[in-house]
């Protein structure tokens, strides 16, 4: 048997990042979301549940675009389910990315050191 470059979960994943990133961006029309960047899913081995990641642009409006995402979970689901083919839709959670947090801190961190730094003159390089 041969081995295939990933686990079937893994895949689904995938498709299932892709497929919720388009019905939030072209199917639900709420006002009151922000900015949503889906930036991962992870699915349980048996393809039951899944947790869906999301980057939400401006920090003020993360808790009330994540309540409005699990809220529509349901239609989400609905339109999973017209566009895969699976016996079983999983039961979908939204989470905040917090890599994507820790990252910015990361760059900020990087950024003041930068700012810190005072310039070295020419010369001093040479001796």
Do not use: C, Q, W
């Amino acid at each position: 048997m041969r081995k295939l470059p990933y686990k079937r979960s893994a895949r689904v994943s995938d498709l299932i990042r892709e497929e919720v990133a388009d019905i939030i961006m072209f199917k639900i029309k709420h006002k009151t979301l922000g900015f949503v960047t889906v930036t991962g899913a992870k699915i349980s081995s048996d393809l039951r549940n899944a947790i869906i990641y999301v980057s939400v642009l401006v920090d003020e409006e993360k808790i009330r675009t994540l309540r409005k995402l699990n809220e529509s979970k349901t239609f989400i689901k609905g339109e999973l389910g017209k566009r895969l083919k699976m016996k079983f839709v999983p039961t979908i959670v939204f989470r905040i990315d917090e890599a994507v947090e820790y990252g910015r801190k990361i760059d900020n961190m990087l950024d003041n050191l930068d700012a810190e730094r005072s310039p070295v003159d020419d010369d001093e390089d040479l001796f």
